[in-house]
């Protein structure tokens, strides 16, 4: 008796170079791209799918890289979540895409985990992606016949659909570092504090000049079939005083941007309820976060 | 497939199809005890091993990915008969109930020991999130960690 998950049969195809890796998947059918594989090894043992081949992408050098330039970080798609975590740039520029990554799974999972693997694994409740949409980060998709690149918007069509086409990777997540003073925050409600998947979290991103937003940016995830920026929200802060009254207010026209579910985490109308309250806690913790406070 | 890697210090070679994870091959091929089958979809935590030295879930690992890396399990740890530092205070403090979780919960503690020899107890606990008990509270888990510190401290490791 097997009392255990088998792996169906598979052919195992490891790359050495990114070259060898797109002339590969431009000629292969039926296959998978195995990066770290917290989520693609599950799958294929509870059969959510069958393929025929992986390929292994984890160890491309290409794909390996932290960049820190004068106007962006440059971060390659196997790059892992403990990596990015450990990251001193990442922490000081990006707090917001640190907290995030802090927030999710555990350290085993870390480990394995890459951040290109949790984008193209299009889960709503990807939790590197809502830092990214406020941040514009911009993704370098590439094949055969070279690079494109999308915004991270762009890149998210529907639960676990992408932009990618068959014969493209995810090679590199670009992010502009933030104008001026930025104020960020990242909040994740699940059902417990750690290694837990969210019922919604938030991210946001503000600029204040003379006490009047001057930019605002909140994105959410797990509301909707991929994640959502929440740009009602957005234009009703823009050009206004930075007042609690105006955040509450704000705050409530969240529920245009997102389209909740009920699944096991949470209901419908529990997430409705907490998408404004996150949403209004995360402007606040982005403005705490450069010495403001709302009154 | 032939697949090459360091297993506690020993170089191995094991002929395996690819769909078997490296939880499967250690402990159905290679006599890897200490390795526990739990819930086979990394939320438990019962199967870490150390890759090149971090803590990871040795279920969701394909044998072929570990081609010429380093694997550590609980084996390396009490060497010649004896206990290692941590295993002891592992047992001092209760720490250990049915066992079942308990290597995985000593690999993750001597991965964080190494990389930081004096945590905190909220640090202990961050680090220790992947791994699941289901017989304590996981206070004497905790206080177990924060007294095998002090312990490889007293000894200079």
Known sequence: ?295 | MKVKFKLNGELVEVDVPPNRTLLDVLRRDLGIKSVKRGCERGECGACTVLLNGKPVTSCLILIPQVEDAEVITLEYLHKNGKLHPIQEAFIEAGAVQCGFCTPGFILTAYALLMKNPEPTREEVKKALSGNICRCTGYVKIIDAVLLAAKKLKELGR
């Not at chain 1, 659909?161 to 570092?177: D, F, G, V």
């Open chain 1, 1 to 295: 008796m097997v009392i255990y998950y088998l792996i169906p049969k598979v052919n195992y195809l490891r790359p050495k170079t990114k070259e060898e890796c797109l002339k590969l998947i431009n000629e292969l059918r039926d296959f998978k791209v195995l990066a770290g594989g917290t989520d693609l090894v599950v799958d294929l043992k509870i059969g959510r799918f069958r393929v025929k081949n992986l390929v292994d992408i984890s160890r491309l050098p290409e794909l390996r890289f932290i960049k820190n330039e004068e106007r962006q970080l440059r971060i390659g798609a196997c790059v892992t979540l403990q990596e990015l975590l450990e990251s001193k740039v990442v922490k000081e520029k990006l707090p917001v895409l640190y907290e995030a990554i802090d927030s999710m799974a555990s350290w085993q999972i870390r480990n394995l985990a890459t951040i290109g693997g949790n984008l193209c694994n299009a889960s709503p409740a990807a939790d590197t992606a809502p830092p990214l949409y406020v941040l514009n980060a911009k993704l370098v998709l590439e094949s055969v016949n070279g690079a494109r690149v999308v915004n991270v918007e762009e890149f998210f069509l529907g639960p676990r659909k992408t932009a990618l086409k068959p014969n493209e990777i995810l090679t590199e997540i670009i992010i502009p570092y933030p104008q001026g003073k930025a104020g960020m925050k990242f909040i994740k409600l699940g059902r417990r504090t750690s290694f837990t998947l969210s019922v919604v979290a938030v991210a946001a991103l503000v600029n204040v000049e003379d006490r009047v937003f001057k930019d605002v940016r909140i994105a959410l995830n797990s509301v909707a079939p991929t994640p959502v920026r929440a740009r009602s929200v957005e234009s009703r802060l823009v050009g206004k005083e930075v007042s609690l009254s105006n955040i509450y207010e704000a705050s409530k026209y969240v529920l245009n941007d997102i389209k909740p579910i009920s699944d096991v985490r949470a209901s419908a109308e529990y997430r409705r309820e907490m998408s404004i309250v996150l949403t209004k806690d995360a402007i606040i913790g982005a403005l705490n976060s450069i010495g403001i406070t709302p009154s």
